[in-house]
């Protein structure tokens, strides 16, 4: 059983505040956690019931577990339905950041994407496409959230995510820059060339003002219906399904 301040500590961890101040994050379901478990990011802690202990004899090995009743693990889980295993997982320090990164293959940039689950969708979009790097801006929703850790379903395991002031990133950047913009060029007339960046806009306001340039290639997904506008994490989908099957990003 665990303790009342135990509860209460794992439960603080729904807030961006406490994650910040302990370094720590939650990530729930065992396909999530084993994802973790195989990557660069350390395991603090995981709390499983009776019905999934049985299933993590590989994890216990080198993990500290703790049992956890299922009336237990509802008061800590962020989920509606609990998965009956839930990790804390250390949030890793961003290590420097170079350009050189990003040469010979294509990166995602989103500017003030807030909802939690359209980042999720995108952070699990790009690591199917074999995009391994994400920039967002300071104004981003965290990567650490919950709804967004959920919605990855294991993906944010594999995807460097790096916060940052875009306009400063955007400025000294070398490589080429595309924008998803309603009146660019279409994505299947564009020459995405081997490298560049994607930015994607804010779910209402597109791309903040003073991002794109001259320099800047706006293209577009071409519209043959009637619908307004289409959702940010679809569009992402969308325009690494093209850059993918002209470039084969898997293996960039």
């Known amino acids: 059983m665990l303790s009342k301040s135990q509860l209460q500590f794992i439960k603080s961890l729904h807030q961006k505040k406490f994650r ?11 396909k999530s956690i084993t994802d973790f478990f195989h990557s660069d990011y350390a395991i603090h802690s995981i709390y499983c019931t009776p019905k999934v202990e049985p299933k993590i004899d590989i994890l216990k090995k080198k993990i500290k577990h703790y049992p956890i009743s299922e009336r237990d693990l509802e008061v800590i889980s962020t989920l509606k339905a609990p998965q009956g295993i839930l990790a804390l997982i250390e949030i890793p320090n961003d290590p420097p950041f170079y350009e050189e990164e990003l040469r010979n293959r294509f990166t995602l940039v989103l500017d003030t994407i807030q909802d939690p689950g359209n980042l999720g969708t995108i952070i699990r979009t790009a690591d199917w496409f074999g995009i391994k790097h994400i920039i967002c801006s300071e104004e981003t929703v965290e990567s650490f959230n919950p709804k967004v850790v959920q919605a990855t379903m294991g993906s944010l395991a594999r995807i460097s995510i790096r916060y940052t002031n875009l306009h400063a990133f955007l400025k000294g950047i070398k490589l080429p820059v595309f924008a998803a913009e309603l009146n660019g060029q279409s994505i299947y007339k564009t020459d995405f060339g081997k490298e560049g960046l994607l930015i994607l ?7 903040m003002p003073g991002l794109v340039n001259d320099k800047t290639q706006r293209i577009t997904i071409p519209r043959f219906g ?27």
């Open 226 to 252: 009637n619908a307004e506008s289409l959702n940010v994490a679809v569009s992402a989908a969308i325009f690494c399904s093209e850059i993918g099957k002209k470039y084969n990003l898997d293996k960039s």
């Open 201 to 207: 806009g804010n779910e209402g306001n597109g791309i």
């Open 20 to 30: 910040k101040e302990h370094g720590l994050f939650i990530v729930e379901g065992l």
